[in-house]
């Protein structure tokens, strides 16, 4: 947040995050991009991921303690000492990369984190792959009890109960994550639907977007001084309409062949085709935003194969 002026949601709206002060602004709010316009030099364009997606990317997940880095943004290999292996087979000792470009990771000496790293030591994510974190933090149980879990359905477990009970910033990214994916939504049953309900305050957040796709209904946060991003997505995507019936071929017809003011319908008819198939096959948060012309013809080819399409 910045100075109380922003809501936890904020910090996930979408692609633009500001270094070395690790802001994300809202590409929707143009107020925002006033009050957040960063230094030249500190600028690090992104999409932002979620720590639960950066753990199922990764070949590698610890909780670590910085003892060497390559020097202040300077690219090379940071030395961690493993306290606890989360995921991959156990190690006293890590490398993560570090880089000197405006994305640079900023591994700290003596700090205690939590590292996501690729096969070859890789800091997946940039920065957002090293979250120095103490033991208690919240985030911390929530990621150690994800990688307890053996399971789709336990994974949905720990997720709805880091919505239910975590503090706004677990329970908006695991909300952020649970979004963008169908797979997962497909599993939440009764009782976890009850506490996802149960979790919705009227602000804007993920969890709007998580019922509405469950083909919940929704509580509608107070109208800000600006745009409502989680909940007006959400409204979207929840009416029910001639496109629950549709298959795949006739969804995908929808999608490419839409008219430049169909959005609504467009996302809608996706959203239904990620559900018939029980998987994402492309980010939400990415095609909602607006999506380009040639990008619409390649969605609705995922749409008819249900395979995923690559970012």
Known sequence: MLAGTLP????????????????????????????????????????????????????????????????????????????????????AMLEGQETNTSCHVGYRTGRRAIVFLGPRGETLGQYEGYLERRADDPLVHALRAYAAARDPDARVRVLVDAIATGPAAVKDEAAAFLMNRPDLLARVDLPSRERLLVAADARDQPLLVVLARLELDFPQPPRPSYR??????????????????LGPEALAEQIEHGRDDSKPQRLRAMDRCERLHARKLFSLTWYAQGAAAYLWPRLAAACRTGEPLAP
Not at 35 to 57: G, M, N, V, Y
Not at 58 to 72: F, I, K, L, N, T
């Open 8 to 91: 936890a949601t904020a910090a996930l709206l979408l692609f633009e995050t500001l270094r070395p002060a690790r802001r994300i602004v809202p590409l929707l709010a143009a107020a925002i991009l006033l009050l957040l316009a960063p230094r030249p030099a500190s600028a690090c364009s992104k999409r932002h991921q979620t720590p639960f997606e950066l753990f199922d990317e990764a070949a590698r997940v610890a909780e670590v303690r910085v003892e060497q880095v390559p020097g202040h943004h300077k690219a090379g290999m940071a030395r961690l000492r493993v306290l606890r292996t989360l995921k991959g087979s156990p190690r």
């Open 228 to 245: 409502n991003y989680y909940a007006e997505l959400a409204a979207i995507l929840r009416p029910r309409d001639d496109l629950d019936d």
